[in-house]
């Protein structure tokens, strides 16, 4: 039966709430988004419930990771589905803070990285893991939850995250958990919403382009040949290519063949105005 969350608005709040938790010995499972949550999103709650005793999740559209040409003012809100949603669940808490709470006159302070955040998304999107990783940071120190759960959809910033609370000594577990796609492929994402019935029927090549350079580098092909033919088969499906790339998994160094490490291939294509990323494994 679904119950609905409590809603906190402030830090204080949150805490106070968690205090509870802690205090009875609980263990405490956080799942950070932007809300316009899909089912991509609830299958991260699904394994944090997993994981904990309790589960907050956040809704935050964070400012400070958009660029000022980017998407922050149409990005979409809706608040009250989200919290259906995550009724159904059984969530503990849904954290909610307005940008004054996360962000009150005189914030000064933003988390820089190297290492992962280096490159790929990066090119297109400087701004975008410093952004992240400091209100990322913040989220768990407001928290303080025994374990953090991220979507492999964006896999680097899964790593970034990762990183961070390792270098940063937060005490909390960052946990990966699989991409849920439609069903014919295309990676759930709030921005889907953006693509016009045509490139929504185009949308799914994406995917099929990655499966298919997996098997050519799996089949003995270069990668740099395997990536050639990727990059040519987006663009003829009228995709633009921001990158497609064959990188270690775990750190995202440049790899060169089949046996050097695991391999991830990461991809960020526009469809008209609509920025898609995916990845997947080799
Ligand atoms: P967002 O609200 O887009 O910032 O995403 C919040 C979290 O949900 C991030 O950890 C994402 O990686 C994750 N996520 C987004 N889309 C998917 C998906 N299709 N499958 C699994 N996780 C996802």
């Given amino acids: 039966m679904a119950r609905k969350p409590a809603i906190a608005q402030t830090v204080k709040s949150l805490r106070a709430r968690v205090a509870k938790w802690r205090a009875a010995g609980e263990r405490i499972a956080m799942v950070p988004t932007m809300g316009a949550l899909h089912s991509g999103h609830l299958s991260l709650v699904e394994e944090a ?81 410093g952004g992240v990783a400091t209100i990322v940071c913040k989220l768990l120190l407001q928290c303080g939850p025994d374990i953090a759960v991220f979507g492999e959809k964006d896999y680097q910033q899964l790593l970034v995250v990762r990183t961070m609370a390792r270098d940063l000594d937060v005490p909390c577990t960052i946990h990966g958990a699989p991409t849920v796609r439609e069903a014919d492929g295309l990676a759930m994402s709030s921005r889907n919403t953006y693509l016009s019935a045509e490139h929504r029927a185009t949308a799914p090549v994406l995917y099929r382009t990655l499966i298919d350079t997996a ?68």
């Fill in 49 to 129: 419930h997993r994981k904990a005793k309790r589960t907050v999740v956040s809704i935050f559209v964070n400012p400070t990771q958009f660029a000022p040409s980017e998407d922050f003012a149409r990005y979409p809100r809706t608040f009250r589905e989200d919290v259906k949603k995550l009724a159904e669940l059984n969530v503990d808490c849904v954290f909610a803070p307005d940008v004054s709470e996360m962000y009150p006159a005189g914030f000064s302070t933003r988390i820089e990285m190297n290492g992962p955040a280096e490159e790929l998304e990066s090119v297109a999107r400087p701004h975008f893991f």
């Fill in 215 to 282: 098997i050519h580098i799996r089949e003995g092909s270069s990668i740099a040949w395997a990536l050639r033919e990727a990059r040519s088969n987006l663009s003829i499906s009228g995709f633009k290519v921001d990158y497609i790339e064959a990188r270690h998994a775990e750190t995202l160094a440049p790899l060169n063949r089949l046996g050097d490490g695991p391999i991830r291939l990461l991809v960020a294509a526009w469809l008209g105005r609509t920025r898609l990323i995916d990845n997947i494994p080799v």
